[in-house]
């Protein structure tokens, strides 16, 4: 049915076997540009089958989904820009890249990280939330379908807010998302709603909507 499969409109999704895999007109169609109806990240993959290469009939381009593989370098949380991966990705840097890739994408830690004990990411840059959209202010935005996995040896992660600093959750998972978490803690997010009026009359204050984790 027709549905959102991201992008501006909606689409008819094509299902695995569909006889409009690879049935398109490559030299016609390639006129339609680099992306299907969805736009950018969703590549027209010209498709070789056996008598010639194909793109899809339609408006959606069906791709065998790629997971995404990022691995986190250091626990600083910070973000200067890095388009690829590296021995210095924070966490940070891979959810960015992770939310940019339009299929599924698992994030783990370097080993080196843990060889002596326990470790905790300290969190202090956040979005501020102002956007009616975003629900207050949110360390991590999560868009797309996202796995973070922590170490798997004796020593774990903590991924915990400044608490010196302002108040705001750890993850803002939208409704395009999906977060899977494990072998992770979660500490000192706090999502603080607005106060409640006060003297005769005042009304109750906002819901926080989500300390640690809030699903749209």
Request: no cysteine; charged share 15%.
């Amino acid at each position: 049915s027709l549905s959102d499969n991201s992008g501006p409109t909606k689409t008819f999704a094509l299902l695995t076997g569909s006889p409009a895999i690879d049935a398109g007109d490559s030299v016609s169609g390639g006129a339609a540009g680099d992306f299907d109806q969805r736009g950018n990240g969703f590549d027209r993959r010209v498709k070789t089958t056996a008598s010639f290469p194909a793109i899809d009939i339609g408006a959606f381009e069906f791709l065998t989904p790629v997971v995404a593989e990022f691995e986190v370098g250091t626990l600083a949380d910070e973000d200067d820009g890095q388009l690829v991966q590296d021995a210095d990705l924070s966490l940070r840097e891979a959810i960015r890249l992770a939310n940019a890739n339009a299929n599924a994408s698992t994030i783990t830690f370097a080993s080196s990280l843990f060889s002596s004990a326990d470790q905790s990411l300290t969190v202090s840059l956040f979005d501020t939330g102002l956007d009616t959209t975003e629900f207050g202010a949110t360390a991590f935005i999560v868009s797309t379908e996202i796995t973070i996995n922590g170490p798997t040896g004796d020593n774990g992660l903590s991924i915990a807010r400044d608490t010196s600093g302002p108040k705001f959750r750890l993850f803002h998972v939208q409704a395009s998302g999906n977060l899977s978490l494990d072998s992770l803690t979660l500490s000192d997010g706090l999502a603080q709603g607005g106060s409640g009026g006060t003297g005769r009359g005042g009304g109750g204050g906002a819901a926080g909507l989500g300390g640690a984790i809030f699903n749209q």
